[in-house]
Protein backbone atom coordinates (compact mmCIF):
# COMPACT_ATOMS: atom_id res chain seq x y z
CA UNK A 1 0.00 0.00 0.00
CA UNK A 2 0.96 3.47 -0.98
CA UNK A 3 1.66 5.76 2.03
CA UNK A 4 -0.39 8.44 1.81
CA UNK A 5 1.98 12.22 2.22
CA UNK A 6 0.68 14.43 4.97
CA UNK A 7 0.28 18.04 4.21
CA UNK A 8 3.10 19.42 5.68
CA UNK A 9 5.08 16.93 3.08
CA UNK A 10 3.02 18.44 0.36
CA UNK A 11 3.81 22.31 1.31
CA UNK A 12 7.13 21.40 1.27
CA UNK A 13 7.01 19.74 -2.31
CA UNK A 14 5.34 22.92 -3.31
CA UNK A 15 7.72 25.44 -2.10
CA UNK A 16 10.72 23.05 -3.74
CA UNK A 17 8.64 23.22 -6.98
CA UNK A 18 8.50 27.00 -6.81
CA UNK A 19 12.20 27.67 -5.71
CA UNK A 20 13.33 25.57 -9.04
CA UNK A 21 10.97 27.65 -11.40
CA UNK A 22 12.89 30.31 -13.06
CA UNK A 23 10.29 33.49 -12.99
CA UNK A 24 11.66 36.58 -14.35
CA UNK A 25 10.88 39.72 -11.96
CA UNK A 26 8.12 41.98 -13.57
CA UNK A 27 9.33 44.67 -11.85
CA UNK A 28 13.35 44.74 -12.53
CA UNK A 29 13.54 48.89 -11.32
CA UNK A 30 11.06 48.94 -8.39
CA UNK A 31 13.79 50.55 -5.99
CA UNK A 32 14.20 53.43 -8.40
CA UNK A 33 10.66 53.99 -8.98
CA UNK A 34 8.64 56.75 -7.26
CA UNK A 35 6.27 56.03 -4.67
CA UNK A 36 4.47 59.14 -4.42
CA UNK A 37 3.62 61.55 -7.24
CA UNK A 38 6.24 64.93 -7.16
CA UNK A 39 5.37 67.41 -4.85
CA UNK A 40 4.88 70.79 -6.84
CA UNK A 41 4.18 73.27 -4.01
CA UNK A 42 6.32 74.76 -1.23
CA UNK A 43 7.29 72.24 1.12
CA UNK A 44 6.08 74.33 3.60
CA UNK A 45 2.90 74.71 1.85
CA UNK A 46 2.61 70.70 1.44
CA UNK A 47 3.33 70.86 5.29
CA UNK A 48 0.63 73.28 6.31
CA UNK A 49 -2.06 71.54 4.51
CA UNK A 50 -1.22 68.52 5.76
CA UNK A 51 -0.79 68.91 8.93
CA UNK A 52 -3.58 70.97 9.52
CA UNK A 53 -5.72 67.72 8.31
CA UNK A 54 -4.94 65.98 11.28
CA UNK A 55 -5.72 68.76 13.74
CA UNK A 56 -2.60 70.68 14.30
CA UNK A 57 -2.48 74.10 14.46
CA UNK A 58 0.34 75.66 11.75
CA UNK A 59 1.84 79.11 12.67
CA UNK A 60 4.63 80.35 10.14
CA UNK A 61 6.75 83.65 11.49
CA UNK A 62 9.18 85.73 8.97
CA UNK A 63 11.37 86.34 12.49
CA UNK A 64 12.23 85.68 15.54
CA UNK A 65 10.45 88.61 16.90
CA UNK A 66 7.17 87.03 14.74
CA UNK A 67 7.34 84.21 16.81
CA UNK A 68 7.68 86.03 20.43
CA UNK A 69 4.60 87.60 19.07
CA UNK A 70 2.58 85.07 18.30
CA UNK A 71 3.44 82.96 21.44
CA UNK A 72 2.87 85.86 23.25
CA UNK A 73 -0.86 86.35 21.54
CA UNK A 74 -1.82 82.34 21.96
CA UNK A 75 -0.72 82.39 25.36
CA UNK A 76 -3.08 85.15 26.58
CA UNK A 77 -5.50 83.39 24.29
CA UNK A 78 -5.03 80.39 26.32
CA UNK A 79 -4.48 81.44 29.76
CA UNK A 80 -1.36 79.57 29.71
CA UNK A 81 0.89 80.74 32.96
CA UNK A 82 3.06 77.32 32.78
CA UNK A 83 5.27 76.82 30.42
CA UNK A 84 8.24 74.25 30.14
CA UNK A 85 11.21 74.69 27.81
CA UNK A 86 14.47 72.55 28.74
CA UNK A 87 16.66 73.24 25.29
CA UNK A 88 19.26 76.07 25.61
CA UNK A 89 18.65 76.83 22.01
CA UNK A 90 15.01 77.94 22.87
CA UNK A 91 15.91 79.47 26.41
CA UNK A 92 18.24 81.72 24.98
CA UNK A 93 15.83 82.87 22.53
CA UNK A 94 12.91 83.38 25.08
CA UNK A 95 15.72 85.22 27.42
CA UNK A 96 16.60 87.58 24.48
CA UNK A 97 12.96 88.83 24.56
CA UNK A 98 12.30 88.53 28.47
CA UNK A 99 9.29 85.65 28.02
CA UNK A 100 9.05 83.94 30.90
CA UNK A 101 9.19 80.11 31.20
CA UNK A 102 10.21 77.32 33.44
CA UNK A 103 13.82 76.12 32.78
CA UNK A 104 13.85 72.80 35.05
CA UNK A 105 11.31 70.10 36.30
CA UNK A 106 10.15 71.69 39.49
CA UNK A 107 5.99 71.47 40.04
CA UNK A 108 6.28 69.62 36.27
CA UNK A 109 2.89 67.86 37.37
CA UNK A 110 0.94 71.49 36.71
CA UNK A 111 2.94 72.00 33.57
CA UNK A 112 0.67 73.41 30.36
CA UNK A 113 2.97 73.43 27.41
CA UNK A 114 5.67 71.98 26.15
CA UNK A 115 7.84 73.93 24.07
CA UNK A 116 10.43 71.95 22.11
CA UNK A 117 12.41 71.71 18.92
CA UNK A 118 12.29 68.61 16.41
CA UNK A 119 14.70 66.68 14.35
CA UNK A 120 12.58 68.12 10.99
CA UNK A 121 9.52 68.10 9.62
CA UNK A 122 7.99 66.04 6.97
CA UNK A 123 6.07 67.91 4.29
CA UNK A 124 4.64 64.79 2.73
CA UNK A 125 2.32 63.49 5.51
CA UNK A 126 2.26 66.62 8.10
CA UNK A 127 4.32 64.47 10.57
CA UNK A 128 6.97 65.76 12.76
CA UNK A 129 9.97 63.85 13.85
CA UNK A 130 11.44 64.31 17.28
CA UNK A 131 13.95 62.33 19.09
CA UNK A 132 15.29 61.98 22.84
CA UNK A 133 18.94 63.95 21.32
CA UNK A 134 17.75 67.31 22.85
CA UNK A 135 18.10 68.32 26.32
CA UNK A 136 13.78 68.51 26.28
CA UNK A 137 14.18 64.37 26.05
CA UNK A 138 10.49 63.15 25.49
CA UNK A 139 8.49 64.32 28.52
CA UNK A 140 8.08 67.44 27.57
CA UNK A 141 6.76 66.25 24.35
CA UNK A 142 4.01 64.12 25.69
CA UNK A 143 3.32 65.19 29.30
CA UNK A 144 1.88 68.86 29.44
CA UNK A 145 -1.73 69.55 27.98
CA UNK A 146 -0.27 71.50 24.57
CA UNK A 147 3.07 70.95 22.87
CA UNK A 148 4.67 73.59 21.15
CA UNK A 149 7.13 72.66 18.43
CA UNK A 150 9.34 75.70 17.07
CA UNK A 151 11.15 74.36 14.05
CA UNK A 152 13.14 75.74 11.21
CA UNK A 153 12.32 76.14 7.06
CA UNK A 154 15.50 74.52 6.68
CA UNK A 155 14.24 71.41 8.52
CA UNK A 156 11.50 71.03 6.29
CA UNK A 157 12.14 67.44 3.79
CA UNK A 158 9.45 66.20 1.90
CA UNK A 159 9.37 62.27 2.90
CA UNK A 160 10.72 60.43 6.03
CA UNK A 161 13.26 59.09 4.09
CA UNK A 162 14.75 62.44 3.45
CA UNK A 163 14.35 62.88 7.22
CA UNK A 164 16.19 60.12 8.14
CA UNK A 165 19.60 60.92 5.90
CA UNK A 166 18.97 64.57 7.84
CA UNK A 167 19.29 62.80 11.58
CA UNK A 168 22.06 60.60 10.14
CA UNK A 169 23.84 63.75 8.89
CA UNK A 170 23.37 65.25 12.26
CA UNK A 171 24.41 61.92 14.71
CA UNK A 172 26.60 60.29 11.97
CA UNK A 173 26.80 56.62 14.35
CA UNK A 174 26.19 58.17 17.66
CA UNK A 175 22.05 58.24 16.41
CA UNK A 176 19.78 58.86 19.44
CA UNK A 177 17.81 55.73 21.15
CA UNK A 178 14.80 57.11 20.38
CA UNK A 179 13.29 58.36 16.88
CA UNK A 180 9.44 59.06 16.89
CA UNK A 181 7.18 60.70 14.29
CA UNK A 182 4.55 63.13 15.65
CA UNK A 183 0.96 63.19 13.38
CA UNK A 184 -1.29 65.59 14.85
CA UNK A 185 -2.31 65.28 18.48
CA UNK A 186 -2.88 62.28 20.67
CA UNK A 187 -6.15 60.36 19.50
CA UNK A 188 -8.08 57.20 19.89
CA UNK A 189 -11.58 55.73 18.62
CA UNK A 190 -11.13 52.52 20.57
CA UNK A 191 -14.54 53.11 22.77
CA UNK A 192 -17.13 53.28 20.32
CA UNK A 193 -14.85 54.16 17.60
CA UNK A 194 -15.80 57.67 18.70
CA UNK A 195 -12.25 59.88 17.93
CA UNK A 196 -11.15 61.46 21.63
CA UNK A 197 -7.98 64.28 21.33
CA UNK A 198 -5.27 63.93 23.98
CA UNK A 199 -6.03 60.33 25.07
CA UNK A 200 -2.54 59.26 24.98
CA UNK A 201 -0.06 62.93 24.73
CA UNK A 202 -1.00 66.25 24.54
CA UNK A 203 -4.55 67.40 23.32
CA UNK A 204 -3.36 70.39 21.47
CA UNK A 205 -0.52 70.56 18.99
CA UNK A 206 1.11 73.66 17.09
CA UNK A 207 4.33 74.35 14.83
CA UNK A 208 5.73 78.04 14.80
CA UNK A 209 7.84 77.88 11.41
CA UNK A 210 10.47 80.27 11.82
CA UNK A 211 12.02 81.19 8.36
CA UNK A 212 15.58 81.16 8.29
CA UNK A 213 16.14 81.70 4.63
CA UNK A 214 18.41 83.95 4.07
Not at 14 to 37: G, S, V
Not at 71 to 94: F, G, M, S
Amino acid sequence: MKESTTSKERLLKKIRKALLEKRENPYPNLEEMPLYPPITELPEVVFAQEFTKVSGQFVYCENEISFIENILLLADEKKWRKIYCWEPKLQELLNTYEYPFYATDKDFELAEVGLTLCECLVARNGSIMVSNGNAAGRRLSIYPHAHIVVAYTSQLVIDLKDGFSLIKEKYGINLPSMLSTITGPSRTADIEKTLVLGAHGPKELYVFLLDDRK
